[in-house]
Nanobody, 121 residues
Framework: QVQLAESGGGLVQAGGSLRLSCATS????????VAWFRQAPGKEREWVAAVRWNGGNTYHADDVKGRFTISNVGNTVYLQMNNLRPEDTDVYYCAKTRRGYTRNAAEYDDWGQGTQVTVSS
């Protein structure tokens, strides 16, 4: 069982930056992956980025490429968010999957509680 806890959200003006952190505890096998998702009220959870625990392979959604960067250092997964836009306003979650890389939220079996990101115009 893996526990995840997000932090780093807040209110930022358009064009600004935030760095989200996901602190993990418990064993994450090297073949697993950790991802960031985001969700607005009444909307489906949207995949943002993922990192494979072993090897550092990273993947990013098309609409955040060049702006967001996922990374893992030790037991923490980061999401560096630059050039933020109002449409990035969402609750951001980190999650772990046993399957390796996948964009499907249903395949993730551990989730954090989320951190709110609000981007003002």
């Amino acid at each position: 069982q893996v526990q995840l806890a997000e932090s780093g959200g807040g209110l930022v003006q358009a064009g600004g930056s935030l760095r989200l952190s996901c602190a993990t505890s418990g064993r994450i096998f090297s073949s697993y992956a950790v991802a960031w998702f985001r969700q607005a009220p009444g909307k489906e959870r949207e995949w943002v980025a993922a990192v494979r625990w072993n090897g550092g392979n990273t993947y990013h959604a098309d609409d955040v490429k060049g702006r967001f960067t996922i990374s893992n250092v030790g037991n923490t997964v980061y999401l560096q968010m630059n050039n933020l836009r109002p449409e990035d306003t969402d609750v951001y979650y980190c999650a772990k999957t046993r399957r390796g890389y996948t964009r499907n939220a249903a395949e993730y079996d551990d989730w954090g509680q989320g951190t709110q990101v609000t981007v003002s115009s």
